[in-house]
């Protein structure tokens, strides 16, 4: 599974960026899909995950009330929508599939850079 991350970029305190990320095969077999981000000097952290049919979502407590993970199997497609951003917002923000086919594969996407100015 190839996973590619867009939606990135530079946006003031306050803005709102979504996040894209396309996979290379249908996403109905994926289980969980979620967003990782990793700043500088700090180590990779979840910031929220989705099950496969989207009715389980999970959130790290920095983000909650301004950022909503959502999927579209349809269209292998998985978003985070990010409202009111801060400067603590900036980092690589990667995207994770988790795929179980007898045994549990896991994948990342490139990264795609979001920077958030005060």
């Known amino acids: 599974v190839q996973l590619v991350e867009s939606g990135g970029g530079l946006v003031q305190a306050g803005g709102s960026l979504r996040l894209s990320c396309t996979a290379s095969?249908?996403?109905?077999?994926?289980?969980?899909m979620g967003w990782y981000r990793q700043a500088p000097g700090k180590q990779r952290e979840l910031v929220a995950d989705i099950n496969r049919i989207g009715g389980r979502t999970n959130y790290v407590d920095s983000v909650k009330g301004r950022f909503t993970i959502s999927r579209d199997n349809a269209k292998n497609t998985m978003y985070l929508q990010m409202n009111s951003l801060k400067p603590e917002d900036t980092a690589v923000y990667y995207c994770?599939?988790?795929?179980?086919?007898?045994?549990?594969?896991?994948?990342w996407g490139q990264g795609t850079q979001v920077t958030v100015s005060s």
């Open positions: 095969r249908s996403t109905f077999s994926i289980n969980t």
């Open positions: 994770n599939a988790q795929y179980y086919n007898g045994a549990w594969y896991t994948y």
